[in-house]
């Protein structure tokens, strides 16, 4: 039993001390007696979690500006069972223009393919799969001839602002406002 935790023991300080992994090497190709073994170094102290710049997704930032400008999820998740169609409406109409300017300005959108939908297109031989998807009924050979459904979007650019706050605020959307009286 002595033997096997030893064994354990000798596994582990092997795979985690780098002299001693050199020195067990050395013993089990017959080539020297080991040298004094330094005791395990303690382990480095971790910096203070203030130092580290925290960090927060993309998409959770793209949210908190379509919150904070656009007001979408509060809209989405409201429960609208309650208001006419003409009250959502109006209410639609301002987050659809506010969050609009928030995704150009972001991340300035436009088409993958520039013809109005319901044009006739040719997808050539060698497209991108990322760019286009192809549905219905495909010929053996390219080009491929169709109906643009929907002429798809891309970024041209990525201009989301970094991200200043705390790490317990980083998947926060958007704050809870309390008015102070």
Not at 134 to 150: A, D, S
Request: proline share 7%.
């Amino acid at each position: 039993m002595r033997r096997l935790l030893l064994a354990f023991r000798v596994f582990f300080r092997t795979l985690l001390n780098g002299e001693i992994a050199r020195q067990a090497d050395l013993i089990l190709g017959g080539k020297t007696e080991p040298a004094a073994v330094p005791a395990a170094a303690p382990a480095a102290k971790p910096k203070p979690a203030a130092a580290a710049t925290a960090s927060r997704n993309e998409g959770v930032n793209l949210l908190a500006m379509l919150q904070r400008e656009a007001r979408l999820v509060d809209f989405l998740q409201e429960d609208l069972s309650a208001y006419s169609d003409a009250q959502i409406g109006a209410a639609v109409r301002q987050i659809h223009r506010d969050a609009a300017q928030v995704l150009q300005r972001a991340l300035g959108l436009k088409p993958v393919w520039e013809a109005e939908e319901g044009a006739e297109v040719e997808v050539p031989a060698g497209f991108d799969a990322g760019r286009y998807r192809l549905t219905g009924n495909l010929p053996e050979q390219p080009p491929y001839r169709g109906r643009l459904v929907h002429h798809g979007w891309e970024a041209t650019v990525c201009q989301l602002p970094a991200w200043s706050g705390s790490a317990a605020a980083a998947r926060v959307v958007a704050p809870a406002e309390i008015e102070i009286k």
